[in-house]
Nanobody, 125 residues
Framework: QVQLVESGGGLVRPGDSLRLSCAAS????????MSWFRQAPGKERTFVTG????????DYADSVKGRFTISRDNAKNTVYLQMNSLKPEETAVYYC??????????????????WGQGTQVTVSS
């Protein structure tokens, strides 16, 4: 089992940027798809973005395309989420997740086997 620890969350104003990190330990995360999900209070956990094992392929939810960027540094076993032009409705707990495979970037929680504890992102003026 891989342990995932997110960091970088915080309180920002609308339009600001934030970068989240997800550090993996206890296994070779470089072999797997890694993704970010988010969950707002009272709502379901939803897919934000994912990246394949080599970093050569990624996928994004329509709502974040052009503003968010996922990347990974396999030498550091770390995945990043750069979030620009943040909106108040994007306030949520952001979770890092490890997929079951190397290439397929699933958008449902069932395609992920390990989860971090989450980091809070609050966008408010």
């Amino acid at each position: 089992q891989v342990q995932l620890v997110e960091s970088g969350g915080g309180l920002v104003r609308p339009g600001d940027s934030l970068r989240l990190s997800c550090a993996a330990s206890g296994g070779a995360d470089s072999r797997y798809v890694m993704s970010w999900f988010r969950q707002a209070p009272g709502k379901e956990r939803t897919f934000v973005t994912g990246i394949n094992h080599s970093g050569t392929s990624s996928d994004y939810a329509d709502s974040v395309k052009g503003r968010f960027t996922i990347s990974r540094d396999n030498a550091k076993n770390t995945v990043y989420l750069q979030m620009n032009s943040l909106k108040p409705e994007e306030t949520a707990v952001y979770y890092c997740a490890r997929g079951k495979g190397r290439q397929y970037i699933g958008s449902t929680i069932e395609t992920y086997v390990d989860w971090g504890q989450g980091t809070q992102v609050t966008v408010s003026s």
